[in-house]
């Protein structure tokens, strides 16, 4: 039992505890995750890591009235924790229940919603510049919109995308009053890489506190102002001299103590390292931090999985496993199946294929084992970059990759993807750069809910000229389509494919390439044709069998292709049956379903009645894939009442033309 957790009234109480309670409070936060993350799933071994950085900041700051914001979000659960969220947290994850990561409808103690890595710094500076235009607007300082700090935690890994590093460019310069707590434990998922990585690590190396004490130093700051003062106050001699003493100063530095030179440089205050997991000194950074003013940076050395034998053993494994284990000896009890998952397939044909083809190289950006590329990375060394959290860097080296003769293989998850969306358009696209992506996490997610529900893709990547997109229905088929993308030189091509065992077919011995742009009759039907993009597909099929009892006849195609559409098939379909459904899960808003609209407007085939099956324009929510699809109506169950209603009201006027009547429409949840 959680006393503490249970019992206060959290964070306002936290200010009251003494350095024991909040050792026997850290404790309980540990076993609540723990023993929730081992049946709900999530991030284990980040929020571990970071007890004593939340129990420190809640301790010193103010929330909800100050702004604490979280970083790629997935270290939050200790904030949820403190933050009134106790009774609640069996629920993370589930249908309903409270968010793997931070989320402003959840609290008012989220002030910035998240779940992409990088956007912390530039959000706790939009937070603290809006105070300072308050405050020189002449708000009087006990108003809301001034009367609050600032604070933001970021982990070394995150640090590395591109956002953040265009934030502390600002921050630098406008240097408003803002903490950041650097949570650096060495690890992104897997181990961090780097340069940022390297220069980090040297600092790690260092005894913990001995710089903070230094740098921070009362009378050493205060020394260093006056001086500043007295010099500039002799005009250009001054100048000269404070030139000449920085330069000193610099360079004893670099000798001597290189913690935070580079931060120094880009305008910040430098505190650390520190040890991350002694609160008490935490707490008095942050107390240093407040009084020293301007952009502040605690660089504090966490452990991952801290507290948690087998999660510090093993973080990498731990940072999200997979779930139910054993709590106490972190044992998965989960069965491995016996149908491989998307993941798997790609990764065993790219390594199969690579051995044929030196040319092949491998790029992920922070996933290695998340897109299976950990098992390529273990056979062809030289062959793989990790290039760490940076989608956008990683595009557009590809891109030149490419051009120098190699043949790239980019694979990022969907919703990581759309951090590059330019980088595709102008480094690839506009180029024509021969790089395949490898899309995974294409469709629905499940648990880790709407920051990371890969439904976005085919709208934003459908809209570039030149890239060819395509989806498998199965894991046979994903096969072939790596095996095509390879084959293919005109420029780039993608495939997507989701976070899924396959559907479990036998798999051909030996590799096919497909013709671009050609989908599949599955199916006969002359009432109707549902047109379906990927594993949806066999739900359709279930579908048509399940109408044809109730006296339609509908027929099935497997598309394939969503750029190039096939057009001729698509003709065929409202020959043979004059209306046509299409599925995917996926945005309605510019997805596949608008692709067949778009091409059947282009072919002039106008008076065709076109039922689109899909997600209507909202986010969607956390929950497992199977409660998700029951609520968006893309189960069997949901397409079947859709189609069914939709036949029902579709009606012919005369010889081959329909109108549709919308009375009893089973429309998915809006
Ligand atoms: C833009 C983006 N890319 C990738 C991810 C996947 N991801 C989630 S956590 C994580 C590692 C984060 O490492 P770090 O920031 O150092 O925090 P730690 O888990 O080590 O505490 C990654 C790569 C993401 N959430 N957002």
């Known amino acids: 039992m959680a006393k503490l957790l249970a019992e206060l009234n959290l964070p306002q109480d936290l200010k009251r505890l003494g350095p024991e309670e909040r050792r026997q409070l850290a404790q309980e936060i540990r076993e609540t995750i723990v023993n929730t993350v081992c049946k709900n799933s999530g991030h284990l071994a980040s929020g571990l890591g970071s007890v004593e950085i939340f129990i420190a900041i809640h301790t010193v700051f103010d929330s909800p009235r100050d702004k604490i914001v979280l970083d790629t979000g997935h270290q939050g659960y ?42 912390g710094l530039s959000a706790a500076m939009g937070f603290a510049m809006a105070r300072k ?20 935690v970021i982990g070394d890994a995150a640090l590395e995308e591109g956002m953040a590093w265009e934030a502390l460019h600002n921050i630098g310069h406008h240097k408003p009053d803002m903490v950041i707590i650097l949570n650096d434990n060495g690890m992104s998922i897997a181990p961090s890489v780097g340069a940022i990585e390297n220069y980090l690590r040297r600092h790690r190396q260092l005894p913990a506190d001995w710089f903070r004490k230094l740098r921070s130093e009362p009378h050493y700051l205060q020394l260093k102002r006056m001086v500043e003062e007295a010099l500039a106050k002799m005009g250009t001699a001054g100048e000269v001299t404070l030139e000449i003493i920085r330069h000193i100063k610099n360079n004893i530095k670099e000798w001597l103590i290189p913690p935070g030179m580079l931060f120094e440089e880009l305008g910040f205050t430098y505190l650390g390292p520190v040890d991350g997991h002694n609160t008490e000194v935490l707490i008095e950074c942050l107390h240093e931090a407040l009084r020293i003013g301007g952009p502040v940076i605690i660089h504090a050395v966490t452990k991952k999985g801290k507290g948690v034998s087998y999660a510090e053993a093993d973080p990498w494994k731990y940072h999200t496993p997979k779930t139910p284990f054993d709590p106490q000896t972190g044992e998965i009890l989960v069965p491995k199946g016996t149908v491989p998952t998307y993941t798997d397939v790609f990764s065993q044909t790219l390594i199969q294929l690579a051995e044929q083809d030196s040319r092949i190289v491998a790029i992920t950006a922070a996933m290695p084992d998340g897109t299976g590329l950990d098992k390529f990375a273990q056979r062809f060394p030289d062959r793989f970059y990790d290039v760490g959290m940076a989608e956008q860097h990683a595009v557009g080296f590809v891109a030149a990759l490419a051009f120098a003769g190699l043949r790239p293989v980019c694979a990022i998850y969907s919703t990581f993807l759309q951090r590059a969306f330019d980088q595709i358009i102008h480094d690839v696209c506009l180029q024509k750069a021969p790089v395949v992506f490898a899309i995974d996490r294409a469709s629905i ?28 229905k199965d894991e046979n088929e994903l096969r072939h389509m790596i095996f095509t993308a390879l084959r293919y030189e005109d ?25 671009i ?31 044809e009892k109730d006296g339609f006849s509908v027929g099935v195609i497997n598309a394939r292709f969503i750029k190039p559409i096939d057009k001729e098939l698509l003709a065929d379909a409202v020959q043979r049956a004059g209306k046509l459904i299409t599925v995917e899960e996926h945005t309605l808003c510019g997805g596949f379903g608008s692709a067949v609209l778009e091409a059947l407007c ?16 909202h986010f969607v929510e956390h929950g497992s894939l199977k409660e998700l699809r029951r609520m968006l109506k893309l189960d069997a169950e949901g397409i079947y009442e859709q189609v069914k209603a939709w036949l029902h009201e579709v009606v012919p006027v005369r010889e081959g033309v329909f109108q549709v009547r919308p009375k009893n429409r089973v429309l998915a949840e809006d």
């Open 78 to 119: 200790p904030h949820k924790l403190l933050t009134g969220r106790y009774h609640r947290f069996h629920t993370l994850r589930q249908l309903g229940g409270i968010s793997g990561f931070p989320k402003r409808d959840e609290s008012e103690h989220d002030c910035w919603g998240v779940g992409h890595g990088g956007t």
């Open 133 to 152: 235009h308050w405050l020189n607007c002449g708000v009087p300082a006990d108003d809301p919109r001034v009367n609050y700090r600032v604070i933001c």
């Open 445 to 472: 997610v499940g648990h880790d809910g709407h920051t990371h529900q890969g439904i976005f893709d085919i709208s934003y990547l459908r809209l570039m000229p030149n890239i060819v997109l395509m989806m498998p």
């Open 491 to 515: 420029g780039p091509i993608a495939v997507r494919y989701p976070r899924d065992t396959g559907v479990g077919v036998p798999m051909d011995d030996e590799l096919k390439e497909l013709s």
């Open 517 to 547: 742009g050609k989908g599949e009759w599955l199916r006969d039907g002359t009432d109707a044709v549902i047109v379906g993009i990927g594993p949806i597909v066999y739900t359709a099929l279930e579908v048509a069998q399940r109408l």
């Open 602 to 617: 282009d072919m002039g085939l106008h008076h065709v009645p076109v039922l689109r099956i899909g997600i209507h324009d």
